[in-house]
């Protein structure tokens, strides 16, 4: 199936690292992306990996992909109640299409 | 204009009735695509439109959902007799091109409920 998954709710204290995982289901996508929705605000892509790396490093973020277990995960260091939003991780799906398939979301609350 | 741009940003209609709602790409984007974000749905991809290709449909959930891009640009998905469990906010995203790594950039989406 093209199911995505990703767990509901992740609450971290402000200055700690969170970790956000998402299970992808295309072995084929070429690209594996990292999509932050702010309240009120639009989706505006926070970070990406191409499919033949293991690990991006973008600043506080950092992408993990272990294609084995079809399995991505971000990490925020030193995470800000700025960073409180949802964040929805998406694979493009194999083909001419690039559709995006995205996973649930995970809303990712930031205590002071 | 500077960014995707949907209307109208919020629509309440009565059940039985048909909804049109509108996207404005990315000046010069020719790719535009159709999502659905339900509570606890996440976003659920309806329609893709790429140049003058047809538009790969697989993603709408019945045939009373159809959308139409005229002139390689503005984009109109309309629904026809609205049920309640249509209610949602649908996005629209455009890109610059199909492929590689193809940043969508999204819209502020149309909230619909259906009463």
């Known amino acids: 199936g093209e199911d995505v998954e990703q767990s509901l709710f992740l609450s971290v204290r402000e200055g700690d690292s969170s970790v956000i995982n998402c299970t992808y289901t295309?072995?084929?996508?070429?690209?594996l992306y990292w999509y932050k929705q702010e309240p009120g605000a639009g989706l505006q892509l926070l970070t990406y990996?191409?499919?033949?790396?293991d690990m991006k490093q973008d600043q506080r973020l950092t992408v993990l992909l272990n294609k084995k277990d079809k399995h991505l995960s971000l990490r925020i260091a030193d995470t800000q109640t700025g960073d409180s939003a949802i964040y929805f991780c998406a694979e493009n799906y194999g083909g001419a299409t690039n559709k995006l398939i995205f996973g649930t979301g995970t809303l990712l609350a930031v205590q002071p | 204009g500077a960014g995707v741009s949907q209307s109208p940003s919020n629509k309440v209609t009565e059940k039985g009735k048909d909804v049109e709602l509108r996207c404005d790409p990315i000046?010069?984007?020719?790719?535009l695509y159709w999502y659905r974000q339900s509570l606890g749905q996440g976003l659920e991809f309806l329609i893709y439109?790429?140049?003058?290709?047809?538009?790969?449909k697989s993603g709408l959930p019945s045939d009373r959902f159809s959308a139409e891009r005229t002139g390689g640009s503005v984009s109109t998905l309309t629904i026809q007799r609205t049920q309640q469990e249509d209610s949602a906010v649908y996005l629209c995203?455009?890109?610059?091109?199909?492929?590689?790594?193809?940043?969508?950039?999204f819209g502020p989406g149309t909230r619909l409920t259906v009463l």
């Open positions: 295309d072995s084929s996508s070429t690209y």
């Open positions: 990996i191409f499919s033949n790396m």
């Open positions: 000046s010069g984007h020719t790719a």
């Open positions: 439109f790429q140049g003058n290709s047809a538009p790969d």
């Open positions: 995203a455009s890109s610059a091109i199909g492929g590689g790594l193809n940043e969508q950039f």
